[in-house]
């Protein structure tokens, strides 16, 4: 009776054990509680390393698709590029480019007065004693200046008559077209204490420049009475002036 149940233990415990194995071989047995359970990222990371075929792919993490991106750079090229048609491409047509000022009494559109441009005469006058008017009028088609005073010469005369500084005017002498300056000439002294006094019969009206005694053009040679005009050395001229009336009483 012994016998028999420790033959039917020894047997239930082979069965148990053959259980166990069937069990452990179709994946349903009993896990080890110690075991860690392994993660889904590393089942999904080991497919994604091969390619179905069991042959492994290399794990470089670049996408070999044809996603987005790949071409996301220089997709925003060239719109931001200005046209550069703003204010500050003006062509500069305002006055300041027009060439300068029209103004004919601008002293960079006048020209001086010399004999080439004006009307001299000479004549002499009964008031003041012993002197003549000289008279320069503009015949031009621009404003011109008179500047400082006239250069005198008789016949062959090798001196040059000096100026009176207190007819020296506030300003030079412009003409517009058509207009007249004025200087007076001391011819002699009235009270005959020159010296060398001679008769003139041709007079030479020399013009000076923007600098004292620099030459101002071309020179006129106004007619004389016929008798000629008797001159010492007290011969003498006025500035160029403006009006007639400056000079009437000098």
């Known amino acids: 009776m012994r016998t028999r149940?420790?033959?039917l233990l020894a047997v239930t415990g082979v069965a148990l054990t053959a259980l166990a194995l069937t069990a452990c071989g179709s994946g349903t047995g009993t896990r080890d509680e110690g075991a860690s359970t392994p993660s889904s990222k590393t089942s999904?990371?080991?497919a994604a390393t091969t390619d179905g075929k069991g042959t492994a792919m290399p794990a470089s993490g670049k996408?070999?698709?044809?996603?987005s991106t790949s071409g996301s750079s220089g997709s925003a090229k060239g719109s931001?590029?200005?046209s550069g048609s703003g204010s500050t491409g003006s062509s500069g047509s305002g006055s300041a480019g027009s060439g300068g000022s029209s103004d004919p009494t601008d002293p960079k559109n006048r020209v001086l007065c010399n004999g080439?441009?004006?009307k001299v005469t000479a004549q002499p006058v009964s008031r003041p004693l012993n002197h003549m008017l000289i008279t320069v009028r503009n015949t031009g088609s621009k404003y011109c200046d008179l500047t400082y005073f006239p250069?005198?010469?008789f016949d062959e005369m090798q001196w040059v008559p000096q100026a009176d500084e207190q007819t020296h005017p506030q300003a030079v002498?412009?003409?517009a077209p058509g207009e007249s300056g004025y200087a007076a000439v001391l011819l002699s002294a009235a009270d005959g204490s020159g010296e060398g006094g001679m008769t003139g019969h041709k007079l030479t009206v020399g013009f000076q420049g923007m600098t004292p005694n620099s030459s101002g053009g071309a020179s006129a040679t106004p007619a004389l009475p016929a008798k000629g005009v008797y001159y010492d050395s007290s011969l003498k001229v006025t500035y160029w002036q403006q009006n007639q009336d400056d000079i009437a009483g000098w």
């Open 5 to 7: 149940r420790t033959h």
């Open 173 to 175: 002498t412009t003409l």
């Open 63 to 67: 996408s070999t698709g044809s996603g």
């Open 44 to 46: 999904s990371a080991a």
């Open 151 to 153: 250069v005198l010469r």
């Open 80 to 82: 931001s590029t200005s």
């Open 116 to 118: 080439s441009n004006t």
